[in-house]
């Protein structure tokens, strides 16, 4: 199947500084691109959609001041957790749409894992 | 998108077939049956995909029942790495695209 990547894939960062997390489509391009965080235990929560060239669409209850999105490119899209505090602290795994084979797909990244301290 | 219902747990033993249920009573036409599994601390990997018809790649069956109300995937021959968390999603080909996870079965393959 088609790969996405993650970079990082692990982050600890002190609690008030901004963190980057990439997100690559490696062998195919992505128009939309989506974000999830993950608890403990729990199930995958969409936090937004990531659509090249344009704005992102949040989820009800995420805060887009608070995780930006940038989907500069068809084979890139950034989530930033700006001002990181504790509870921020989660599991980030985004997946990308492949639009390019007789029926679509999503495929996942292998996620990212932020600790805030 | 049409909710999903899972069985939080199963397990089944190694080489044995592995059948995971999934109800989905409020499908609508233009809506597909994912299956994805999410191994301990990864992504989530995709398995398959269905409308109507029954699906089999190598990974995994898809059987989905004649009125759409539900399906099953099947593991011909589980082995200790299909351990997993495996969730059944309902989406609307045409819609806003997004996958939405529920809880899914935690599926456990004894030896």
């Known amino acids: 199947g088609a790969v996405v990547s993650q970079h990082p894939s692990r982050v600890i960062c002190k609690s008030g500084t901004s963190v980057k997390i990439e997100c690559r489509s490696l062998d195919f391009q992505a128009t939309t691109m989506f974000w999830y965080r993950q608890f403990p235990k729990k199930s995958l929560m969409l936090m937004a959609t990531s659509n090249e060239g344009s704005k992102a669409t949040y989820e009800q209850g995420v805060e887009k001041d608070k995780f930006l999105i940038n989907h500069a490119s068809l084979t890139l899209s950034t989530l930033t957790v700006t001002s990181a505090h504790p509870e921020d602290s989660s599991f980030y795994i985004c997946s990308a749409r492949d639009t390019s084979g007789a029926q679509e797909t999503q495929y996942f990244g292998p996620g990212t894992r932020l600790l805030v301290l | 998108d049409a909710k999903t219902t899972q069985p939080p747990s199963m397990d089944c033993a190694e080489g044995r077939a592995a059948n995971l249920p999934c109800n989905h009573s409020?499908?609508?036409?233009?809506?597909?049956v994912y299956w994805y599994r999410q191994i301990h601390s990864q992504g989530p990997q995709y398995i398959i995909h269905?409308?109507?018809n029954n699906e089999t790649n190598e990974m995994a069956s898809l059987i989905i029942t004649e009125d759409r109300k539900s399906s099953t995937l099947i593991l011909p021959h589980a082995t200790l790495r299909d351990t997993a968390v495996y969730y059944c999603?309902?989406?609307?080909?045409?819609?806003?695209?997004?996958?939405?996870f529920g809880q899914g079965t935690r599926l456990t393959i004894n030896p």
């Open positions: 269905g409308l109507k």
């Open positions: 409020t499908i609508s036409g233009n809506e597909y």
């Open positions: 999603i309902v989406r609307d080909f045409q819609g806003a695209q997004k996958l939405v």
